[in-house]
């Protein structure tokens, strides 16, 4: 069946990066889209980006822009998702999700979130 | 940046009844519109995409519809694993954006 299985849980401190995985297995990797949505503490979820599998473009959310990259390794079927300059306001779970066309951007798979918490 | 919004904030309701939420749009759009669930702790479910079309697997009991810039998820009949909070989301334009969520507890 479809898996999307996420890196473990970070501390970082301001200033620092963070780099979070998202290994996919049960589906043609190259064949979906994956975007970054992430959930800070009793809020809302939060579009960052996205990265076609297929060949590497991506598109981030403006917010991000500057410090959000986002890569895949297709031999490994694994997205991945860096964000830079961390401060206080980005501690939330990051999730990744699947785009169950690769054209359409909503999502039909999710990765089980990965808890990133930023303080000093 | 279309700002999404939900009606009501929290519902309180009692096993077998129809419940209804509302999404609302800054900007007028049809169609691309996602209903996700999302219990504590986990990670969002897919419902309902293309505003009103069921996602594998989901239960008949959830609906989608759309009139104008209004949104709509209906339960025809809640169950005990329908207590969660329900977000809709706009893939219609960048950046994709959701609303605030609609906690659905116990009566």
């Known amino acids: 069946q479809v898996q999307l299985v996420q890196s473990g849980a970070e501390v970082k401190q301001p200033g620092a990066s963070v780099r979070v995985s998202c290994k996919t297995s049960?589906?043609?990797?190259?064949?979906?889209?994956v975007h970054w949505v992430r959930q800070a503490p009793g809020q809302s979820l939060e579009w960052m980006g996205w990265?076609?599998?297929?060949?590497?473009?991506?598109r981030y959310s403006e917010k991000f822009q500057g410090r959000i990259t986002i890569t895949r390794d297709t031999s490994a079927s694994t997205a991945y998702m860096e964000l830079s300059s961390l401060r206080s306001e980005d501690t939330a779970m990051y999730y990744c999700?699947?785009?169950?066309?690769?054209?359409?951007?909503?999502?039909?798979?999710w990765g089980q979130g990965t808890l990133v918490t930023v303080s000093s | 940046d279309i700002q999404m919004t939900q009606s009501p904030s929290t519902l309180s309701a009692s096993v077998g009844d129809r419940v209804t939420i509302t999404c609302r749009a800054s900007?007028?759009?049809?169609?691309?519109l996602a209903w996700y669930q999302q219990k504590p702790g986990k990670a969002p479910k897919l419902l309902i995409y293309?505003?009103?079309s069921l996602e594998s697997g989901v239960p008949s009991r959830f609906s989608g519809s759309e009139s104008g810039t209004e949104f709509t998820l209906t339960i025809s009949s809640l169950q005990p694993d329908d207590f969660a909070t329900y977000y809709c989301?706009?893939?219609?334009?960048?950046?994709?954006?959701f609303g605030p969520g609609t906690k659905v507890d116990i009566k």
């Open positions: 999700a699947r785009d169950p066309t690769s054209a359409d951007n909503y999502f039909d798979s």
């Open positions: 049960g589906y043609t990797f190259s064949n979906f889209a």
């Open positions: 990265i076609s599998t297929a060949n590497g473009n991506k």
């Open positions: 900007q007028s759009f049809s169609t691309w």
């Open positions: 293309k505003a009103s």
């Open positions: 989301q706009q893939y219609n334009s960048y950046p994709f954006t």
